[in-house]
Every structure is written in C-alpha cells, then in structure tokens.
C-alpha cells in the first residue's frame, strides 16, 4: 500500500497501479481498490493514470471490468468502493 500511497513520488504511484493491474488478479486488483479508496484526490489522479496506462498498454490485461465485479461483493467497504472506481475508469 505504501508504493501505491507515496505522497512524495507520483511516479511510484502510476508504475504500480499500472503493474498490478496488469497483474490483474483479484488480489491484486483488490490492492488497487484500497489504495483509491484511501487516496487524496492527487493520488487519485496517479492511480487512474497508472490504470489508464495498463488498459492501454500493448498486450492486453485481464478482463479488469469482471474482477471489479468481484469486488463489488468484497466484505470491506472501501474495497468495494475502490472497485466501483477502477470500474468507471475501465468503462470510461
């Protein structure tokens, strides 16, 4: 959570938001969520850039919309908020 938070280098914040959801994994993905959820809205901006560059990468990721999906039914709320985020970003 700490690289995805990093108030002090943004750089770090897109490279890894853009890694883990190239990972694309649940748990991954669930990182991801989190971290928008607790972000300022700096942050914020670096995440959805990070996700942005991921989906638009050569390659292809996995299916970021149906992972979302997934995590709409996470137990922790701000999972499921962070998803429902990344999940307007993937559509948008």
Known sequence: ?????DAEDTAVIRQT???LTRV?????MRLVALAVAEA???QADW???????ALAG?????D?????GKLARDPEEAVRR??????AWADG
Not at 1 to 5: D, K, P, R, S
Not at 24 to 28: D, I, K, L, P, Q
Not at 58 to 62: A, D, M, Q
Request: proline share 5%.
């Open 47 to 53: 995440l959805q850039s990070g996700v942005h560059d």
């Open 24 to 28: 694309g994994t649940v748990a991954a």
């Open 64 to 68: 970021v919309a149906a992972v979302c």
């Open 58 to 62: 050569p390659g292809g990721v996995p």
């Open 40 to 42: 300022d809205d700096n």
């Open 17 to 19: 938001a853009e890694a």
């Open 1 to 5: 959570m700490v690289l995805l938070l």
């Open 82 to 87: 962070g998803a429902a985020d990344i999940s």
